[in-house]
């Protein structure tokens, strides 16, 4: 199992849109993927055009598992309480890419989750308050020195004064650390009202490049694929 | 806007279309305070980073390009240590107000950026 976490100290950054993205791009290029929600909002499901009233199989159970867009998705917050869930999800989802949305006020879970972790991936905004936020990453370990843990900046937009000054900034702090970006685009909130998987409703998102880049990146990083010996702009 | 741009959309005949140019946002960077403050946060840079210690200082700035080009990850820490190696030069190349030093050293690592 190769396990990939995604949580942020800062909620509302785009968390759980990055946990489904990704795994839908992972999925896309033919790896077999599990994304599990172990948050008690409940709306990964969202982002792969899954309706609020559409229930997903708690983690565990392997009846009836909802498939979306290439990703098992599975309820995972209540069997998340559980002292053994690692180990569960190690045995579960052995040959699988597990893909694991945690919520920004359940640190407990990312601890105990981390060193089971091929990678953590941290989403932040180019906000003030979201890079605040990141003196709460890990709780031991500067955020500069944290090895495995990715960040992914979300929500750019580089017309704007503070945006741009924050992207440059983190793009210098953070170096290698930083997976990618991600800029802002409304189709993600509209893909979202029309209960449509983001690709479907906007196929010719920015956002949709940008997370095709990302995924290259992210499998670069867990080892899926090499690294081209003169990177080609997309 | 640029010639080749304004060609291409007239070409296109979306003249209502406008091309930006996004220059180096490194070299025109603010100087947010936030962003000293974060910067100066070991719980960001750690507390053995020379980049902590830098920016404690109360010093010359010197503005020398760096001679190699490290890591973008390590830039921080590398370009401090050049940096103290200056401050203990014979002569300062200029005196600065403290304020500005932390843009020259988003500038100078701007400069050693490959991205």
Redesign the interface.
């Given at each position: 199992m190769t396990l990939v976490l995604v949580r942020s100290p800062k909620g509302g950054v785009g968390t759980t849109f990055l946990a489904a993205r990704l795994s839908i791009a992972l999925a896309a290029r033919g790896r077999d993927v599990h994304a599990v929600d172990c948050t008690s909002q409940d709306s990964l499901k969202l982002f792969f055009g899954l309706g609020t009233r559409q229930p997903l199989q708690p983690f565990g159970e392997t009846d009836a598992v909802v498939v979306a867009s290439g990703v098992r998705l599975t309820q995972g917050h209540e069997a998340s309480r559980h002292a053994g869930f690692a180990d569960r999800l190690a045995t579960l989802l052995s040959d699988q890419i597990c893909f694991v949305d945690i919520s920004a006020s359940d640190a407990e879970l990312r601890d105990r989750l981390l060193p089971h972790a091929a990678l953590e991936i941290c989403a932040i905004t180019p906000t003030?308050i979201a890079?605040?936020a990141?003196?709460?990453v890990d709780a031991d370990t500067?955020?500069?020195?944290l090895e495995h843990t990715a960040f992914v900046l979300n929500q750019t937009d580089?017309?704007r004064?503070?945006s741009?000054?924050i992207?440059?900034?983190i793009?210098?702090?953070?170096?290698?650390?930083l997976l990618g970006t991600v800029r802002r685009d409304e189709a993600v909130n509209e893909a979202l009202a029309a209960v449509k998987p983001l690709a479907a409703h906007a196929p010719t998102s920015a956002a949709l490049s940008d997370l095709e880049r990302l995924a290259d990146a992210l499998e670069r990083r867990l080892g899926l694929v090499h690294a081209p010996a003169a990177s080609a702009a997309r | 806007m640029r010639q080749d741009a304004r060609s291409l959309l007239e070409r296109l005949e979306q003249q209502a279309l406008a091309y930006y140019d996004f220059t180096d946002r490194v070299s025109e960077i603010e100087m947010w305070p936030i962003f000293e403050t974060l910067l100066r946060d070991p719980r960001i840079v750690g507390t053995r980073s020379a980049a902590a210690r830098e920016v404690e200082q109360v010093g010359v700035s010197v503005i020398a390009a760096p001679a190699s080009v490290p890591p973008p990850a390590e830039a921080p820490a590398s370009l401090f240590r050049t940096y103290e190696q200056e401050v203990s030069a014979p002569e300062p190349v200029r005196i600065r107000p403290q304020e500005p030093k932390l843009r020259d050293f988003i500038t100078r690592i701007g400069r050693s950026d490959d991205a």
């Open positions: 003030p890079l605040a990141l003196t709460k500067p955020v500069i020195e580089d017309r004064r503070l741009g000054d992207h440059a900034l793009r210098t702090l953070m170096g290698d650390a | -």
